[in-house]
T-cell receptor
Framework: DAKTTQPPSMDCAEGRAANLPCNHS???????VYWYRQIHSQGPQYIIH???NNETNEMASLIITEDRKSSTLILPHATLRDTAVYYC?????????????FGPGTRLSVLP | DGGITQSPKYLFRKEGQNVTLSCEQN?????MYWYRQDPGQGLRLIYY???????QKGDIAEGYSVSREKKESFPLTVTSAQKNPTAFYLC???????????????FGAGTRLSVL
């Protein structure tokens, strides 16, 4: 599975959009981009995933560049409860090992 | 409510003791997983099971054992052979163990294990 690079930490003002970048320059054509987040001392929570088209759900939007080498997770109106570590994971769909490789992620702090 | 239940939330192990962490899911998922998380780090896969009565080693299986006798349950035993067991343990499940982009893993709340 391709490796990802994320900034170790980011701040965002409450009510503003939080834009979390992820680089995955070695992504293959059959690899999807997944985003999870982990609030302190809790289990990771699935947010969104995509292949090449932009995706949106009730939690967030995922923007994937045309060359698929990077993506951005957007939380449109960040709240204090969005403070968490956000993980970007690139993974082959046809992966019988089913291993999601969680790196160190980005620690997002939403500030009042 | 459907979900994944891990128990206990906190667990203490004495030297030389085996301890078992419970993971139960009522999501009717075929696949289940155990991860270990050390402070400030990502998750590492210990074991996974794609179907009842079958399981596979992950990246750090040494010192751990599992069983999968029922679809709903995937207990993890931390044996005395695991010399550094202090960590946050996470259980996850997904609809089925085979491929699929929508095969999202859903996680429990975790068990924090410490050595006395």
């Amino acid at each position: 599975d391709a490796k990802t690079t994320q900034p170790p930490s980011m701040d965002c003002a409450e009510g503003r959009a939080a834009n979390l970048p992820c680089n995955h320059s070695t992504i293959s054509g059959n690899e999807y981009v997944y985003w999870y987040r982990q609030i302190h001392s809790q289990g990771p929570q699935y947010i969104i995933h995509g292949l090449k088209n932009n995706e949106t759900n009730e939690m967030a939007s995922l923007i994937i560049t045309e060359d698929r080498k990077s993506s951005t997770l957007i939380l449109p109106h960040a709240t204090l409860r969005d403070t968490a570590v956000y993980y970007c994971i690139v993974r082959v769909a046809e992966n019988y090992g089913q291993n999601f490789v969680f790196g160190p992620g980005t620690r997002l702090s939403v500030l009042p | 409510d459907g979900g994944i239940t891990q128990s206990p939330k906190y667990l203490f192990r004495k030297e030389g003791q085996n301890v078992t962490l419970s993971c139960e899911q009522n999501l009717n998922h075929d696949a289940m997983y155990w991860y270990r998380q050390d402070p400030g780090q990502g998750l590492r896969l210990i074991y996974y099971s794609q179907i009842v009565n079958d399981f596979q080693k992950g990246d750090i299986a040494e010192g751990y054992s599992v069983s999968r006798e029922k679809k709903e349950s995937f207990p993890l035993t931390v044996t005395s052979a695991q010399k550094n067991p202090t960590a946050f343990y996470l259980c996850a499940s997904s609809i089925h163990g085979l491929a699929g982009a929508k095969n999202i893993q859903y996680f429990g709340a975790g068990t924090r294990l410490s050595v006395l």
